[in-house]
C-alpha cells in the first residue's frame, strides 16, 4: 500500500513496537539545516551537489578515522575507510562482491531480518548459528563448520551484529569473539561485523571490536549514522584492511555512480566537525535509557509467568520467549486487534526457528504508549496460555 503521508513505521491508532528506528523527536533539525547552509555557502558547495569522490567525502573520512582512532584505540588510516549509503547497501556490497549464487554466509539464529532479506536476494546459502545471552555460541558454530565441511563446503563470510544485537539486545562476549576470530582464520572466512549500535550503550562497556580484536585483518566493519544521527541521510561506513577498501570502491556501483550520498556525506562531515555528534549522542542515551528501562519495567510489572525477555545493554529491542503452547501467528492477530503490532520471531531465522519468540522496539513508540502497549501484548498472551502450570516470569540477563 502507497502511503506518501506516512513514514515507514506508522500506523494510525495503533502502538507499534515493530520498528527499530530513532525516535523522529530527535532528529536534529536545527542544526542539520544549520550544516546543510554551511555546505551550501562553502567553496565545497559544487563538489557536494556532483558526484562523489568513489571512496567517499573526504571530510568525512578524516572525521570518522580521527574519533575511531581517538575513542577504541585503532589506527586507521584513509585507506581502511569508505563511505556507504547506509548499512544495508554495505551489507548488499559485500554479499555481492564476497559471496554470490550458492557461497555459504553463516548467520546468528536469530538475526537481523532485513540482512536475511539481503542476502537471500543474492541467492546465497544462509546457515543458522545458535545464540544465547551471550551472543553467539562458539561451540555450535564449530559444530555447523563440520557439517559444511562434511558437505565440502567452505563459508566466505560470517554476518555477525555483535552489540546489542538485533533482534535479541543480547551483546558477544570478549571471550567469544576472540574464538570466533580463531574459527574464522582457521577456516578463512570473512567476519562481516554489523556494528551500528555501538555508540548506544546505555549501561556498562561495550567490548572491542571484531576489527580492534584482529587489528583488522579478516573483518569488514560497518557503522552507520542511521541509528545516532538519521536514517533518511543513508550515510554509514566501511572499515577494512586496504586491499578490501580498495575492491569496494572499484566496484561497478561505485565507478558508474560515484560514492555514496555526497551532499548528504558533506552534510554530516559539517554537522561533525562543528561539534554536534557527541552531545547528541549522549541525549540519545539518555532517551533510550529512559524507554529500555520503561520497557523492562512493564514487562516485569505485566507479563504472565512463563513468558522470559532479555536485558539489553544498549541498543532498541528486547527479545520475549513464550510458554509453550501458544501459536505466534494468532497471537499477533489477537494484539493486532487491540491496537498493538510486535515482530513474531521466525523471521528472524535463517533456517527455520523463533515459534515462541518475539521482538520488541522500544526506540520508536512514545514513551506513554510503551506501557500501555506491553500491558495490552501480556493481557493477549495471558488469554491464550493456562498460567497456574507454568514458573513465574522471568528475565534473562
Known sequence: MFSPALP????????SLVFGHPDASTLPVEDLCTSAGTVLQSPLSRSALAYGAEQGAPALIEYLMNKLNREEGLSLTHDNLMVVAGSTAAVDMIARLYDGRDGVVLVEAPTYHDALHVFRDHGVDLRGVPVDKEGLIVEALQEQLAALR?????????????????????????????????????????????????????????????????NGRGVLRIGSFSKILSPGLRVGWLI???????????????????????????????YCRAGHLEPHIVKLRQVYRQRCEVTLQAL?????????????????????????????????????????LFVP?????????????????????????????????????????????????????
Open 300 to 340: 516485569e510489572n505485566h507479563m504472565p509467568a512463563g513468558v522470559t525477555w532479555t536485558h539489553p545493554r544498549g541498543g532498541f529491542f528486547v527479545w520475549l520467549t513464550l510458554p509453550e503452547g501458544i501459536q505466534i501467528g494468532l497471537l499477533r492477530e489477537t494484539a493486532r486487534a487491540q491496537g498493538v
Open 345 to 397: 520471531g521466525p523471521g528472524f531465522f535463517a533456517q527455520g526457528g523463533g515459534e515462541r519468540n518475539l521482538r520488541l522496539a522500544f526506540s520508536f513508540v512514545p514513551l506513554d504508549e510503551i506501557e500501555r502497549g506491553v500491558a495490552i501484548l501480556a493481557q493477549a498472551i495471558h488469554t491464550m496460555t493456562d498460567t497456574s502450570a507454568l514458573p513465574s516470569a522471568s528475565v534473562v540477563e
Open 8 to 15: 515507514q513505521g506508522i500506523l494510525p491508532g495503533m502502538i
Open 150 to 214: 562434511q558437505e565440502s563446503k567452505t563459508p566466505r563470510l560470517l554476518y555477525t551484529v555483535p552489540n546489542f544485537q538485533n533482534p535479541t539486545g543480547v551483546t558477544l562476549t570478549t571471550a567469544r569473539r576472540e574464538a570466533i576470530l580463531e574459527l574464522a582464520r582457521e577456516h578463512g572466512f570473512l567476519i562481516v561485523e554489523d556494528d551500528v549500535y555501538r555508540d548506544l550503550v546505555l549501561e556498562g562497556d561495550v567490548p572491542p571490536s571484531f576489527y580492534a580484536l584482529a
Open 240 to 270: 577494512a584492511e586496504p586491499e578490501h577498501i580498495e575492491r569496494c570502491v572499484e566496484c561497478g556501483v561505485m565507478q558508474m555512480g560515484g560514492g555514496a550520498s555526497p551532499f548528504a556525506a558533506h552534510v554530516v562531515a559539517e
